[in-house]
């Protein structure tokens, strides 16, 4: 896929997880990184693609982790007649358009920056977006150190990323890391470090 085309899929992922909404503990996103995250800007510039008329044009295959987006994507396509194929992991050598990766935020950090490049076909893809790749080689040569990435590394990918349309953020769903069935309350790390409880999601 070129450029364009990667707005146009990435724009329509995002505006169909927003139209799913409400559900309990999942929201967009509009940026890699959140106010007191390593990393984050009031430059960031992530702007959705205004004409999706092409996202009908072609068939898309995508490949996604997580049931949760599989589901809503699968119902979303079907409902607006976008010819969308959603294939499972591991891709196991079948080739995709884009895939939707989950990974968590521990003490404020994006986990996935660091260990992306070991999942299956992602240094493949982002051949074709080289900055992008570039840093996350620098990320993850940072992360093999005792000193983590430093803010402006992370922020230097950011702004690769958005110009590139490479690794683009979508949603954070808040996962429960205990949960009671009797309580219906899930426990999950928030922010930099802080406990949440919150209703477990259905």
């Known amino acids: 896929m070129d450029l364009a085309e ?3 899929l990435a724009s329509w992922v995002h ?5 799913a909404l409400p559900q309990p503990g999942l929201e967009t996103s509009d940026r890699l990184y959140r106010q007191g995250e390593p990393g984050f800007t009031t430059n960031s510039n992530w702007a959705l ?3 999706l008329g092409k996202i009908k044009t072609r068939r898309w295959k995508i490949a996604v982790e997580t049931p949760v987006f599989a589901e809503l994507l699968r119902a979303e396509a079907s409902r607006t007649r976008v010819p969308l194929e959603i294939l499972p ?3 196991e050598g079948r080739e995709v358009d884009a ?3 989950s990974s ?3 003490g404020g950090r994006l986990v996935i920056l660091q260990d992306i490049l070991q999942w299956s076909g992602v240094s493949e893809m982002l051949t074709k977006t080289p900055e992008t790749r570039r840093l996350l080689f620098e990320i993850a040569a940072q992360s093999a150190s005792t000193t983590p990435p430093g803010a402006e590394t992370l922020a230097q990918f950011e702004k690769a990323a958005s110009a590139e349309w490479s690794l683009v953020p979508l949603a954070r769903r808040r996962a429960p890391l205990l949960a009671s069935k009797r309580s219906g309350l899930g426990m999950s790390f ?3 470090g802080d406990i949440e409880l919150s209703p ?3």
């Open 200 to 202: 477990m999601p259905k």
């Open 190 to 192: 928030v922010r930099s």
């Open 15 to 19: 505006r169909s997880i927003a139209g």
């Open 49 to 51: 693609a205004d004409d």
């Open 6 to 8: 990667r707005k146009i």
């Open 104 to 106: 968590g935020v521990i």
């Open 99 to 101: 895939q939707l990766l």
């Open 89 to 91: 992991f591991p891709l």
